[in-house]
C-alpha cells in the first residue's frame, strides 16, 4: 500500500510532463561539458565567473586538503572549526563589509538558520513571493515555532508596507532574493531597507546570484545599490555558484551573527565543511576580487544574447543579470525545444512548475564570463530557427 501510493503520485507526475531527470557529466563544469556521453555547449550551470574548473582553485583544494586532511571531523562548535574556516569568515566579512560572517555547508542550510532563529513566537516575516525554496521553507519552519507569515506580491513595494504598517509584531523580518533565479530580475533593495528602517526591521537578502557578479569588484548586490553592510541586514551568500567550490555564508554585525552561531539549530548540528573547501574559497575570493575583465566579458555576453533574441516571438524576461528566462509557455513545447536544441549540442534546461508558474515553463538561460562571442551568436541562431 506504501509503495502503491508513491507509485501513484509518481504516474501522476509523468502524465502531466513534470519529471525531473537527472543528467550525469562526464566532464568537469565548464563552457563546455560532457553530458550523457555527447559534448555540448553548456548554458545550464550557475558559473557565472566560470571558476569551478581554474586551476588555481583546484590548486589550493588540492593543498588544502594535503595539509588539513579530507574532512573536518565534526561541527564548528564541538572540534570542527578549523584555521582555514575562521580565516574564510574573516575574508568574507571584510569583502562584503560586514563586521562578522558565519560560513554553512549550503546555501540551505544558511537560509534555514536565518528565518527560524530570529522569527520565532510573536514575531512576523513578510517575503515575497518569488523567493527560492529554501527561503520558502525557512519561514515555513518559523511558522512552525509561532511566528506569522505574509507573502507580498513579487517586488510590491507597495503591498509590503502596507502589511508592515498593520503589524504589531514585536519582531519583524523581511526576506528577499537579490536576484530572483528564475526571473533573473533584482529585488529593489534600497526601497526595502528604507522600510526595515522605517518599520524596524530586519532585513534578510538572499544574495545567491549576485554575489561575486554585480557591484564592485563582485561585491554583489549591496554593492550594486550602493548600499551600506547596515546592521539590520543579513546577507546571505552561496559559494558554489559564482565562487566556483561550494558552501555559503550569512553576514551581519556582529551580535547577530554571534546570536545566529549561538541559536541556529543548521548551523550548530551539522559538521563543518572539509577545510580545504574553505582554502579553494578564500582562493576564489581573490579572483572574484580580481575579476573585472570576467564580470564585463559576463555583461557583454548579455548584452549581446539581448540584442540578438529581441525579434523571437518568445518573450525574453527583462533581466541585467547573467540569468536569462525565455518564456515558452506549456512544458511540453518548453521540452520540445530544450530537446531540439540539445540535438545541436546547447544545454539549455527547461524549466516547469512547480518551480514557475503555470503556464511560465521557460528556457533558463545561464550566460557565463566563460562564453565568448561566437557562442552566444551560436544559441541565438538556432533559437530563431527553431522558433
Known sequence: MLEQRLNKELTEIAAAGLTRRRRILESPCG???????????????????GLANNPEIAEALAAGAKQWGAGSGASHLVSGHQSPHEALEREIAEFTGFPRALTFSTGYLANLAVAPTLAGRGAAIF????????????????????????????????ALEKMLAASSASTKLIITDAVFSM???????????VLAERYDAWLLIDDAHGFGVLGQHGQGSLAHFNLPAAPRILLMGTLGKAAGVGGAFV???????????????????????????????????????????????????IAQLRDAVAGLNLKLMPSASAIQPLIVGENEATVALAKAL??????????RPPTVPKGMARLRISISAAHNAADIATLCASLKELT
Not at 183 to 193: C, F, Q, R, S, T
Not at 342 to 351: D, F, K, M, Q, Y
Open 183 to 193: 526571473d533573473g530580475d533584482l529585488a529593489p533593495l534600497p526601497i526595502l531597507l
Open 31 to 49: 563552457r563546455m561539458v560532457t553530458v550523457d556521453g555527447k559534448n555540448m555547449l553548456n548554458f545550464a550551470s550557475n558559473d557565472y565567473l
Open 342 to 351: 540539445g540535438e545541436r549540442s546547447l544545454w539549455v534546461p527547461a524549466i
Open 251 to 301: 553576514a551581519g554585525s556582529s551580535t547577530a551573527i554571534e546570536y545566529l552561531l549561538q541559536k541556529g539549530r543548521s548551523y550548530i548540528f551539522t559538521t563543518a565543511q572539509p577545510p580545504a573547501i574553505a582554502c579553494a574559497l578564500s582562493k576564489s575570493l581573490r579572483l572574484i576580487r580580481d575579476g573585472d575583465a570576467l564580470r564585463a566579458n559576463l555583461m557583454a555576453r
Open 127 to 158: 517575503a515575497d513571493k518569488l523567493n527560492h525554496a529554501s527561503l520558502i521553507d525557512a519561514m515555513q519552519l518559523a511558522k512552525t515555532q509561532g511566528a506569522e507569515v505574509q507573502r507580498y506580491p513579487h517586488n510590491d513595494i507597495a
